[in-house]
């Protein structure tokens, strides 16, 4: 056991490694190499990442954790070892053993030293749900009422969860379910001494793993535009780190020369990000409250926040449910030129009659949208004058194999339908219904599992 | 100063960022300076907007002030409807809707 170092009157250094599974590896890499972190935290986990791991483990038990998670242990641990930089991630999605194993042969071949890997469990809460049978929120039923087959329920854990690891000295923390935020609550719980207790720190160190979790987010990504927000060098977008004072303030930044901005309306942009109340921002941590929040330029890409406070955290854990459900069958087809959208709209006509009368498949399961006159705004808005309009239709049936079939007769357009269809595809996916229920605290307890590479 | 105004875009005025919860889309509107700020939160309020989303919000639309941000949040429930299944829609996260919002002439 290490002794929690209290840092007061110095600051902790915590970069954004990801802020979703699938996201870029180069600029998390820069950070650890160059960013004198003290913490580099990878974000992995959304509520469909999290179901789709599970239902991977089912087919595979050594499965299951985040599909890059070696990829981007390759690309940092050679930097963050040697620099006692620790790395936090939720990459062990489903599988958050079976992740350390795979991040112990990595650091195997790139480390000279021993390194301890610490794994968190205990958000996995299936057998707990259907035992105690909680309702639904988005349908109102009890659990026990849905048809479809329960594959996963993770509870969102806290930072609780893992100060323990990093007492332990990890060199590398692994859960699954977290909540975001407190991937990067817990580092600062642990280095400042704060008490998990005191809601006003906790819902100043919400606020700022709120701000990283999205990592480029938070520097120009999903902000830029061309015209009224343009932003520089999002090819090399660097992403964020913030330097955090005991007090629980703190400097955003990132690398010099790198790409993207930081400035005070990329953060309030994001501080406002997915926060339905921003008074009560409920993490499993505390009830943070942003709305006394303020940004400061203090200088180019340098923003401090100041002002961030929070509540006592909620009784409950939500937990994400999934669902497996039938097979989404998908098929595109394009059309461009004079009457694009007539076009469209008569090829849709004829695959939804064959795939009803010749198929048998039921209207309500034939879903139809005309990408390029308006299908993103959801029929709200349509553009009839379209140069190019490309119909998407898809069905949700019981078997791969109906499912299948829309492609088919999108694809059977080519000889059979409108003039001048053209670039027909086609795909059939697994469905996996994401929904959400909450359970009291107390059901759910953590552990963590520590390992040693033995060099 | 109600009453007559000449009607002004929210692309002339605002940035949005919307995001996700469930089936409730979530929206922040950023004014761009401190009079946009005033203007929209005088004239959009959590019933204009949700008219702009017409048949897809299927509860009640609610607004929040953050006028440290110059901003206002505004929970649309129902528009990213997954129903029982998931939502088959290509951008079933809603991400594009933001710049449906600064369509809105208000």
Same mark, same amino acid.
């Given at each position: 056991?290490?002794?929690?170092?209290?840092?007061? !009157?110095?600051?902790?250094?915590?970069?954004? !490694?990801? @802020?979703?599974?699938?996201?870029?590896?180069?600029?998390?890499?820069?950070?650890?190499?160059?960013?004198?972190? =003290?913490?580099?935290?990878?974000?992995?986990? !959304?509520?469909?990442?999290?179901?789709?791991?599970?239902?991977?483990? /089912?087919?595979?038990?050594?499965?299951?954790?985040?599909?890059?998670?070696?990829?981007?242990?390759?690309?940092?641990?050679?930097?963050?070892?040697?620099?006692?930089?620790?790395?936090?991630?939720?990459? @062990?999605?489903?599988?958050?053993?079976?992740?350390?194993?795979?991040?112990?042969?990595?650091?195997?071949?790139?480390?000279?030293?021993?390194?301890?890997?610490?794994?968190?469990?205990?958000? =996995?809460?299936?057998?707990?749900?259907?035992?105690?049978?909680? &309702?639904?929120?988005?349908?109102?039923?009890?659990?026990?009422?849905?048809?479809?087959?329960?594959?996963?329920?993770?509870?969102?854990?806290?930072?609780?969860?893992?100060?323990?690891?990093?007492?332990?000295?990890?060199?590398?923390?692994?859960?699954?379910?977290?909540?975001?935020?407190? /991937?990067?609550?817990? $580092?600062?719980?642990?280095?400042?001494?704060?008490?998990?207790?005191?809601?006003?720190?906790?819902?100043?160190?919400?606020?700022?793993?709120?701000?990283?979790?999205?990592?480029?987010? /938070?520097?120009?990504?999903?902000? #830029?535009?061309?015209?009224?927000?343009?932003?520089?060098?999002?090819?090399?977008?660097?992403?964020?780190?913030?330097?955090?004072?005991?007090?629980?303030?703190?400097?955003?930044?990132?690398?010099?020369?790198?790409?993207?901005?930081?400035?005070?309306?990329?953060?309030?942009?994001?501080?406002?990000?997915?926060?339905?109340?921003?008074?009560?921002?409920?993490?499993?941590?505390?009830?943070? =409250?942003?709305?006394?929040?303020?940004?400061?330029?203090?200088?180019?890409?340098?923003?401090?926040?100041?002002?961030?406070?929070?509540?006592?955290?909620?009784?409950?854990?939500?937990?994400?449910? !999934?669902?497996?459900?039938?097979?989404?069958?998908?098929?595109?087809?394009?059309? #461009?030129? $004079?009457?694009?959208? $007539?076009?469209?709209?008569?090829?849709?006509?004829?695959?939804?009659?064959?795939?009803?009368?010749?198929?048998?498949?039921?209207?309500?399961?034939?879903?139809?949208?005309?990408?390029?006159?308006?299908?993103?705004?959801?029929?709200?808005?349509?553009?009839?004058?379209?140069?190019?309009? *490309?119909?998407?239709?898809?069905?949700?049936?019981?078997? &791969?194999?109906?499912?299948?079939?829309?492609?088919?007769?999108?694809?059977?357009?080519?000889?059979?339908?409108?003039? @001048?269809?053209?670039?027909?595809? *086609?795909?059939?996916?697994?469905? /996996?219904?994401?929904?959400?229920?909450?359970?009291?605290?107390?059901?759910?307890?953590?552990?963590?599992?520590?390992?040693?590479? @033995?060099? | 100063?109600?009453?007559?105004?000449?009607?002004?875009?929210?692309?002339?005025?605002?940035?949005?960022?919307?995001?996700?919860?469930?089936?409730?889309?979530?929206?922040?509107?950023?004014?761009?300076?401190?009079?946009?700020?005033?203007?929209?939160?005088?004239?959009?309020?959590?019933?204009?907007?949700?008219?702009?989303?017409?048949?897809?919000?299927?509860?009640?639309?609610?607004?929040?002030?953050?006028?440290?941000?110059?901003?206002?949040?505004?929970?649309?429930?129902?528009?990213?409807?997954?129903?029982?299944?998931?939502?088959?829609?290509?951008?079933?996260?809603?991400?594009?809707?933001?710049?449906?919002?600064?369509?809105?002439?208000?």
């Amino acid at each position: 056991m290490t002794s929690p170092p209290i840092r007061a !009157g110095r600051t902790v250094r915590v970069g954004a !490694g990801s @802020g979703f599974s699938g996201d870029r590896i180069d600029p998390a890499e820069l950070l650890a190499r160059h960013g004198g972190l =003290d913490y580099l935290i990878f974000e992995c986990l !959304g509520e469909r990442t999290v179901a789709a791991a599970n239902a991977r483990r /089912l087919d595979d038990p050594e499965s299951g954790y985040d599909p890059l998670l070696c990829a981007r242990m390759n690309a940092v641990l050679p930097h963050t070892l040697p620099a006692g930089t620790t790395v936090i991630t939720n990459g @062990g999605a489903a599988n958050p053993l079976a992740a350390v194993e795979q991040v112990l042969r990595v650091a195997s071949r790139v480390a000279r030293r021993s390194v301890r890997v610490a794994a968190v469990t205990g958000d =996995d809460v299936l057998d707990l749900v259907r035992r105690s049978n909680p &309702e639904v929120w988005e349908t109102g039923l009890p659990l026990s009422e849905h048809g479809e087959e329960l594959v996963s329920a993770n509870a969102y854990l806290g930072a609780d969860a893992v100060i323990p690891a990093l007492d332990c000295g990890a060199d590398v923390v692994i859960t699954g379910r977290l909540a975001d935020p407190s /991937l990067y609550v817990a $580092p600062l719980a642990y280095e400042f001494g704060w008490d998990l207790a005191r809601p006003h720190i906790i819902g100043a160190a919400t606020a700022v793993g709120h701000l990283l979790e999205c990592a480029g987010q /938070l520097t120009g990504g999903y902000f #830029a535009d061309p015209v009224t927000k343009p932003v520089k060098g999002m090819a090399n977008l660097g992403f964020p780190f913030a330097d955090v004072r005991g007090d629980g303030t703190a400097v955003f930044g990132k690398l010099d020369g790198t790409g993207g901005v930081l400035s005070e309306r990329t953060c309030a942009e994001q501080l406002l990000y997915e926060v339905g109340d921003p008074g009560a921002y409920l993490t499993p941590d505390v009830t943070a =409250d942003f709305s006394g929040v303020q940004f400061a330029q203090v200088e180019t890409d340098r923003v401090a926040i100041d002002g961030a406070t929070g509540r006592a955290r909620p009784d409950d854990l939500k937990v994400t449910l !999934g669902f497996r459900g039938g097979w989404l069958g998908e098929g595109q087809i394009s059309y #461009a030129g $004079p009457r694009a959208l $007539p076009r469209a709209r008569l090829a849709a006509e004829i695959v939804t009659e064959r795939l009803t009368e010749v198929h048998g498949l039921a209207k309500d399961s034939v879903s139809v949208e005309f990408i390029g006159a308006g299908a993103a705004f959801r029929g709200l808005s349509t553009d009839t004058e379209a140069r190019e309009v *490309r119909l998407r239709v898809t069905t949700n049936t019981d078997t &791969e194999r109906s499912a299948d079939i829309v492609g088919w007769e999108v694809e059977s357009l080519y000889t059979n339908g409108p003039a @001048g269809g053209g670039g027909a595809r *086609r795909s059939t996916t697994r469905i /996996l219904a994401i929904r959400s229920c909450s359970i009291p605290r107390e059901y759910v307890s953590s552990r963590i599992h520590v390992f040693e590479d @033995g060099q | 100063m109600t009453g007559h105004h000449a009607p002004r875009r929210i692309d002339d005025l605002a940035d949005v960022r919307v995001g996700d919860k469930g089936d409730t889309l979530i929206v922040a509107v950023l004014a761009r300076d401190r009079a946009g700020y005033d203007y929209l939160a005088e004239h959009l309020s959590a019933v204009r907007l949700s008219a702009h989303f017409g048949g897809l919000v299927s509860g009640t639309a609610r607004r929040s002030l953050q006028p440290n941000q110059l901003g206002m949040v505004f929970v649309l429930p129902g528009v990213l409807g997954a129903g029982v299944t998931g939502s088959p829609l290509l951008d079933s996260h809603g991400k594009t809707l933001g710049y449906h919002v600064l369509e809105l002439v208000i």
